[in-house]
Every structure is written in C-alpha cells, then in structure tokens.
C-alpha cells in the first residue's frame, strides 16, 4: 500500500507548481487555494482539502505523510489517525511520503523526524485534516439531497441519509465536496467513540515489507543513473594522498576514478562493477581528522577528571549534603562510542543539473539533506527536491546526511545521476557515533537512609555541538553567509557552556526524584569525531547511570529498590503508578527462581514513562537476559500494538548496546568494522519481553525511543542482585568478565 | 551465463565471481535482495539455492549456473496468494523497518520445509543466521510457529 520511491512528479516539478493547496492548520479555506482546490477537483476528480489528505474519485484516500517510515509504524499511526475521523477503512488509505517542499516543514522549522514526537505532533491536526475532509463530503451529500447535514452519517468511506434510504461513497462526492467551506474547526470524536484508534491494526507496510516489493533507498533507479563505490581510509574522516586507478579505469564498466577529501569514488554503469574494480585501486592516505585518538586513554582522563563542571541544573547544596551525610556513595559510570548500524547501510541518489539538485535518500530529514546537497552544489536550498525513501532504520543516524554530500559531489563531477552505496565497513568505521561519556554521580544518605542529595555530572563530547552545522543550515530565512557565523557562535557558546547542552543531561536534569540538595553539571569533551543521536540520545547513557546509582544507594540504604524510588517520588504520580504496573506484571517481591537475579530501573524520556523489570542468569559467565517485563504510559494509545512493537525493539536494540557494543579507536582508527567486531543480539539471545500499556486521556507522547533507557540498568542491577558484582561500565560483558578476573 | 530463477530461465552476462546478490538486483530486477553486511554475517540478502538458504553476498553467481535460485518475489505461489510464512508475517506484524526481512522470510521457509514441526529450540538455531537491528525476534519466533501451523492445516508448503 505505501507508495514506493522515486517521484511521480518530474524534476523539480513539485518545488515548481507550488504543490498543495492548503496547508495545515494555518490557511483552511483562504482566498487562492479554495479556487485551486476547486479547479483541481473539476479537472483530476480529486478532493485535496489540505496537503495531507487527497480523497480521490475511486474513493480511495491518498494520505502523504511527512515522516520517515524507519520501522517505527509512523504511515500506520498516520493512517489510523485519518481512518478515524475520515470515516474510511484503514485498508482503503494508501500512504505517500511527503517530499521537501517547505509547507512540510512542520518539525521545528523541517521536515524532520526523531525525537519520538511524531505521533504527538499529528494527534489533533491529522485528525482535524481528515474531520474537515469529512465534514465537507457530508455537506456535499446534504447539498445534493437537500437534507440538513446533521441527519448524515459516515461509515466506512460512505455518506448515508437514513430517513431517505440515500447513500453516496466518498469517491462521488469529491467535486462537490471541493465546493463546501473547508470547515475551520470541525468536530472532532471523541475518545469513547474511538473505533480505529486504540485498536491493534495491522501495519499498512506489512505486505509491501513480506514481498519484496518494499522499496527502500538502496533500491531507487532513475533513467541514466550509474553506481558509485567508495573507498575510504583506514584512520578516521582520512584524505586520499595518491592514488593508483590505471587498472581499475580498464575494467569493465568502469565510468570514472575520483578522489575527493572524503575518499576515492568507483564510478560504473553497474555497482558490482564498481565494487570489483575498487580491488584495483591503491590509495594512500593523508592523516586522518582524529589521528592519535586513542578512546581508552579519553576514558582513563575523563574517569580521572576532577573539576565540578558547569551547572545544568541545581537546587539546595550538594557539596554541603554530602560534607554532614551519613553516608556518602561515590561512583562513576561509563559509556563507549556507538555505530546505529542500521540494516541498510548509508546510501543517496542525486541527479545534479547545474545548481539544481533531485535527491532520493533515507533520512531522516530532507530539509537537512536540501541544505547540505545546495552546499556541495553550490545552490540554494529550495533548489534542492529531495524525495523521502523508505528508511532500512533511522535510529538518529540518518539526521545526519554526510552521505547526501559525498554522493552530491561525486554527481556533480560525474555529471549523471549517481547511486552511492557505502559498505557496512564505511557505513561503521566513518560514522556518526553515541559519544563516549562518564557520568560522576554522587548521594548522601541520611542516617534513616533518606536521600539527602545527589549529583551527576556528565563529561563527554556535545551532541549539539556536533549539531552545529545542521542547525545553522535550517534556520528559516536566514541568507547562507550568515549562517556559518551563527553557527560558528552557537558552537562557541555551547563548547563554553554558555548555552545549556540539550542532549548532554537530559534525563538528569529533568529527573523526576525528589531530592532536597541536587546538582546535574555536564563538562564537554571536544574531539573531531562526529557524534550524533543514538536511540534515546543522552537518555540512552545518562538512564544507566542514574538508575544504577539508585540501585546502589537503595542497596546501600537497606531498601527495597522499588521502594526507595518511590519515596523520591509524588504519591499516585504517574511514575509510580507505571513502577506499581511493572512490579504487579513481575510480581515483583516474590522469590526468584534459582539462578536467576532480577533487576529493575525506571526512566522518563520524550513524556513517556516506561518502568522494566529483568531477569538475568549467568550461563558459563555469559550474561543472560531471559525475561524483560515493561510498563508503560504513553498517553492515548494509537495502535497497541505497534507500541508492544517498538517497546521490544527499543528493549533489544538496548540490550545489544548495554551487553556487547562498542565503537573504540587507536590513533584514530576505528576498530570495529562489521557485525562479527559489532555485534547485534541474536534470536537465540533475545529475551522474552512481557509488556503492558496503561490506559490513559493524555495526549500521546513517545513511543520509539523511551523503552531503551531503562533496559541498561535494569540488567546492570539484576547482575548486581545475583552476584554481587556492581557493573558500571557499558558494554557489561566485558566489564564483568574483568570485574570476574580481577575478583579471582 | 544461464540461471534459473524464480522458476524462469535467464542470461546473463557477467563475470563468474560477480556475487549472486548483485546479480539479482541489478541485471535481473530483483532488488527484493537486500545487501546488509556483505560478508555472511547478518544474512539480509539469504535466498534459496536448490532450496536451501544461501546467503547471496558472497555466492559467486558461477556456482549456481543451472541451479534454481528463488528469491524473496518468487516466493508466493501467485500474485494473488502470499506464502503462508509471508501471511504469519503480516498477522503478527512482524516488519518494523522491513529491511532484513525477506532474508528472515527466505531463512524461516527453508527452516519449515526442513522441519514441520519446528521447537522454539529449532526455530532459534535456524533464525539465529539472521540479524534484525529493529529487534523483531519474539515475531519472528510467534509467526515461524503459527506458519507451521498453517502449512500444516492448508496440506503443505506449495512452495
Ligand atoms: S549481506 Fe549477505 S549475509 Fe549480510
Ligand atoms: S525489521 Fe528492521 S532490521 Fe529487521
């Protein structure tokens, strides 16, 4: 059903023609868009009351989404929202993926997707989209029969007038209903009236995804396109000095030879050309952009870092709390660089045309790729259509679009369009990376074994420095010479910390605990290699260290963990009622089997609050998590089970990171390059994963993201529970087998 | 070179060593093949060689001259009809992001032809060939068991 790749319109139409008619929200039913939408009716028969929803004659609906499908069920969210209030059959909406027009632009000035806000920024104007849609067709029907519009129903894509045994399908009522006033503010349903949402429907890629007819990034074909290849260098982010491509120019198929400051491109008619003739190709290489970064001496200076750090966040006197405790726990957690590693590896398709440029990417925000292709053009952003594919995962890496650069420049000198596609060594070795972190924590306990204080302090690179570029890049209306002097001061300001660092505390300094004398401070780390958003972002590392901190002090205080939390927390808040769900869920409290040591941890993350219970075994010293329980509150409940969904994903995709992963370099060289060096969670490995949603009115709030934080910690405290052993150092397994031979 | 795939014979002309996986994507449209690793390690482009499942990436298309290769499109016994291990995939909503799918689709028919009946045992030591980043494994695991039961309610794997 969804519609796959490249554009159904030409080059550059879309930017052109101006596109839809009305956007949303902001101009229901003004001047010039009202004729428009009512020309395009008399000449296509099809009613497009705003950009999002297109109803057409045949009286199926075309819903064009301005995300990134990247697995976490955004087309199905989208499309049941529409469902609802529309009044059709999910199975009846095919979902299209919105290109980089700027009336898309409705994230933080883009056309973006991550921060796990997708389902809370279209809950009430997707719904009002498709309720004004609906109102429309009920009062082109009313018109037609001449009875009051009140006395029509709508069900499954039908107008029906009881009294007078009438009815008309949508798709009959498209020309007339372009005539109706676009209705300001329709009515929308109620929650107890809801029939779609909350139900769990099947996906709507389901079947594209079973049979192969799934297109994704690495499978766009345009008309004369050809393949690059490229050859990186060994240390990261390295220049070719020399190179040697006399015999690989000879194979056959082989177009061109190009080096750039990123690498060496092997342009051919076919990628297996490409990729037999990089064999061929002798290179030597300038140092690399981090040569001499050695990561396990940055973790030794960082460990041994004295200094307090800049305040993120304080109340009461931490240093003071500490100086009269009754007892005071010090400790420091850590965390290593980590690849996303996405299924498909980086890839882009640019067809350049002097300074106008049509792109077909994975990513994760067009206008962040129309900004960085008009750079290595030449151009300007608007010149740039760029057309969203379906994304082999996203999990923050495809934000970043260094491969919409690399691949814009190979076109331009190619002077085709050109398909690049990194290999998994590139796609994990020349990355983008969850940056490298320690977090200082301290507490101070009262003699009752109250919590009198705490600190963390967190110490690593900036992910919003990292992010200077792009956020100098988005800014609206801003001319382009300008923008690299705003970004040039934004990336001062944050390497000073004079603006507070967005990523680098949260989960710390929004902590819901309640504690008389707390101190969250945060120390950047700069180094050239590029860091970016990793499942979670700083939720993903900063959860670990706070939640097994809490796991120590409630140790320390002779608690039950549970419930030492909760005496940190409002009675009947909604952290606690989700930490009640999960203990019921597990029972916790009750014995354990044998052998099996169960930890827990609780996070807040993106609104959502997501409690985990694990249970852990140790089979010849390989740590093993056997069972997951997870509650969680995510407001209002799309499709339950797409949020089952994403929690088990979010729950493996975090174990894999807490158990094994990890990205390190000697002298600037990354040491892992594929999944035998990085490796993922096998289904031998995967736990069962038990998870339960409370019922809730709030509006929705995330979902792909906030299963992650807790399932670290909650490992972290169940191998605590049954050996003893405190790990805090990720990855764990191998923190515990050096915790085991320092022990023995 | 001659090929048979998805039941219909084919040229191509190629080099021997080419990998069977670019083959199949790009000189005979077949992009339902997915490249993840390219190394035998996470089998995102595993199809069907003789029936039994290859991971295309580092088969040289040389080795399977005169052999029948299916691949994910060849799956279903027509295009109206899915095969009974795609249909378990969309009822448990198997998919996220999709993209190593159909090498999990490809790995799971060989697993039940070899094994009707397959324990949770069986079903990790044939799946466990096969990485998925979004973590879809408790799926997997649930539709390779209700698959079986429908293959064996519908009176086999037409396949
Ligand atoms: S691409 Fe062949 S096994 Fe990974
Ligand atoms: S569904 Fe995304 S990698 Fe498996």
Same mark, same amino acid.
């Not at chain 1, 005539?179 to 929308?188: E, G, N, T």
């Not at chain 1, 099947?202 to 079947?207: E, G, I, T």
């Given at each position: ?6 554009? $159904? ?41 705003? *950009? ?9 609906? $075309? ?12 087309? #199905? ?41 997708? /389902? ?23 018109? /037609? ?9 709508? =069900? ?5 007038? &009881?009294?007078? &045994? ?8 498209? =020309? ?30 389901? $079947? ?7 297109? +994704? ?25 020399? @190179? ?8 056959? !198929? ?43 001496? *940055? ?5 041994? +870092? ?48 002097? =300074? ?32 969203? #594919? ?24 190619? =002077? ?65 010479? *300008? ?12 390497? /000073?910390? #004079? ?44 959860? @670990?260290?706070?939640? !097994? ?27 606690? $009622? ?74 493996? @995709? ?75 150092? *990720? ?14 | ?36 690793? %390219? ?36 799956l279903a016994p027509?295009?109206?009809t899915l095969h009974p291990v795609q249909q378990a995939w969309?009822e ?5 992001? %999709? ?9 799971a028919v060989?697993?039940l ?21 979004? %973590? ?7 539709a390779?068991?209700s698959a079986a039961r429908a293959i064996k309610a519908g009176g086999g794997d037409r396949g």
């Amino acid at each position: 059903m969804v519609e796959p790749h490249p554009s $159904r319109r030409g080059f550059l139409g879309g930017v052109a023609a101006g596109g839809a008619l009305l956007s949303l929200a902001v101009t229901f039913g003004c001047g010039g868009a009202r004729e428009r939408m009512v020309k395009h009716a008399e000449s296509t028969g099809e009613l497009a009351p705003n *950009m999002y929803i297109t109803v057409l004659p045949d009286g199926r609906v $075309r819903l064009t989404v301005n995300k990134a499908e990247m697995g976490q069920g955004v087309g #199905t969210g989208y499309a049941t929202l529409v469902a609802e209030e529309l009044g059709v059959p999910l199975e009846r909406i095919d979902v299209a993926w919105a290109d980089s027009r700027p009336e898309y632009r409705t994230s933080f000035f883009m056309h973006q997707t991550g921060g796990s806000t997708s /389902t809370k920024e279209a809950y009430v104007p997707l719904r009002r989209a498709a309720a004004a849609a609906r109102e429309m067709l009920v009062g082109a029907a009313a018109a /037609t029969w001449k009875v009051p519009a009140a006395e029509c129903t709508v =069900k499954d894509g039908v107008v029906a007038h &009881a009294a007078s &045994a009438r009815s008309l399908g949508f798709g009959a009522l498209t =020309k007339q209903a372009a005539h109706q006033p676009v209705p300001a503010r329709p009515r929308l349903k109620k929650r107890a009236e809801y029939t779609v949402i909350g139900k769990a429907g099947r996906r709507v890629d389901a $079947r594209a995804k079973v049979d192969g007819s799934a297109r +994704y990034g690495i499978d766009v074909v345009v008309p004369d396109m050809v393949h690059a290849y490229v050859i990186h260098g060994p240390q990261y982010g390295a220049a070719p000095k020399t @190179f040697d491509a006399e015999a690989a120019r000879k194979r056959p !198929g082989v177009i061109d030879v190009l080096a750039f400051d990123f690498g060496v491109a092997v342009v051919a008619h076919r990628y297996w050309q490409a990729l037999a003739a990089a064999r061929d190709v002798t290179v030597t290489w300038k140092k690399g952009t981090v040569a001499g970064l050695d990561t396990e001496a *940055m973790r030794r200076a960082m460990r041994d +870092y004295k200094k307090a750090g800049e305040g993120a966040g304080e109340h009461g006197d931490v240093d003071r709390a500490m100086s009269r405790a009754h007892r005071k726990i010090e400790a420091v957690y850590e965390a290593p660089y980590l690849a996303h590693a996405t299924m498909e590896p980086q890839n882009c398709t640019v067809a350049v045309r002097g =300074k106008r440029a049509e792109v077909w990417a994975p990513c994760q925000s067009p206008t962040l790729v129309q900004a960085f292709v008009a750079d290595a053009i030449g151009g300007s952003r608007d010149d740039v259509l760029v057309h969203t #594919t379906l994304l082999g995962g996203g999990f923050g890496r495809r934000f970043f679009p260094d491969f919409a650069t690399q691949c814009a420049r190979i076109a331009k000198r190619v =002077k085709k369009p050109v398909k690049m596609i990194w290999s998994r060594e590139s796609d994990m070795t020349q990355a983008f990376y969850r940056p490298q972190l320690a977090v200082m924590m301290r507490g101070a306990l009262s003699p009752a074994g109250a919590l009198t204080g705490f600190g963390a302090h967190v110490i690593g690179q900036s992910i919003s420095f990292a992010s200077r570029d792009a956020i100098g890049a988005v800014m609206p209306g801003i001319p382009n010479a *300008m923008k690299h002097v705003i970004t040039e001061s934004i990336a001062a300001m944050l390497s /000073t910390n #004079t603006v507070p660092d967005m990523f680098a505390t949260e989960g710390l300094k929004n902590t819901p605990y309640k504690v008389p004398n707390l101190r969250i401070a945060f120390t950047p780390v700069n180094t050239e290699l590029p860091v970016a958003s990793w499942r979670s972002v700083g939720n993903s590392v900063n959860a @670990f260290a706070a939640e !097994g901190f809490l796991d120590e002090l409630a140790h320390a205080a002779g608690a039950d963990p549970i419930a030492f939390r909760r005496a940190l927390l409002p009675a009947r808040s909604r952290e606690v $009622r989700v930490m009640d769900a999960v203990a019921d869920l597990a029972k916790w409290g009750r014995p354990v089997a044998p052998g099996i040591g169960r930890g827990f941890a609780r996070h807040t993350a993106f609104e959502s609050e997501v409690a985990e219970i694990a249970d852990v075994e140790l089979v010849d010293g390989r740590i093993v998590v056997r069972r997951v329980y997870c509650a969680v509150d995510c407001g209002v409940v799309i499709n339950p089970d797409i949020v089952r969904a994403q929690i088990e994903s979010a729950v493996i @995709f975090g174990l894999s990171a807490a158990l094994d992963q990890q990205i390190t370099l000697v002298d600037g060289v990354v040491q892992q390059s594929n999944y035998d060096t990085f490796p993922l969670l096998r289904m031998f490995e995967a736990p069962e994963i038990h998870v339960t949603i409370l019922d809730s009115d709030a509006d929705p709030t995330g979902v792909g993201e906030p299963g992650l934080p807790p399932i670290a910690p909650a490992v972290a405290n169940a191998v605590f529970a049954l050996t003893k052993v405190r790990l805090r150092r *990720m990855p764990l397994q191998p923190a515990f087998d050096e915790a085991k031979r320092g022990a023995s | 070179m001659k090929l048979v795939v998805n039941g219909k014979p084919v040229e191509v002309a190629v080099p021997e060593d080419t990998p069977l996986l670019w083959v199949l994507r790009e000189e005979l449209d077949l992009p339902g093949t997915k490249f993840g690793c %390219g190394r035998a390690l996470c089998g995102a482009c595993t199809v069907h060689v003789d029936g039994a499942p290859k991971r295309s990436c580092v088969t040289p298309v040389g080795d399977v001259a005169d052999k029948q290769v299916v691949t994910i499109e060849g799956l279903a016994p027509d295009p109206a009809t899915l095969h009974p291990v795609q249909q378990a995939w969309i009822e448990e909503n198997a998919p996220q992001c %999709g993209y190593c799918q159909a090498g999990q689709i490809m790995t799971a028919v060989a697993l039940l032809r070899a094994k009707p009946e397959p324990t949770d045992a069986d079903i990790d030591a044939a799946m466990s060939a096969n990485l998925c980043r979004c %973590g879809t494994y408790p799926r997997i695991r649930r539709a390779v068991h209700s698959a079986a039961r429908a293959i064996k309610a519908g009176g086999g794997d037409r396949g």
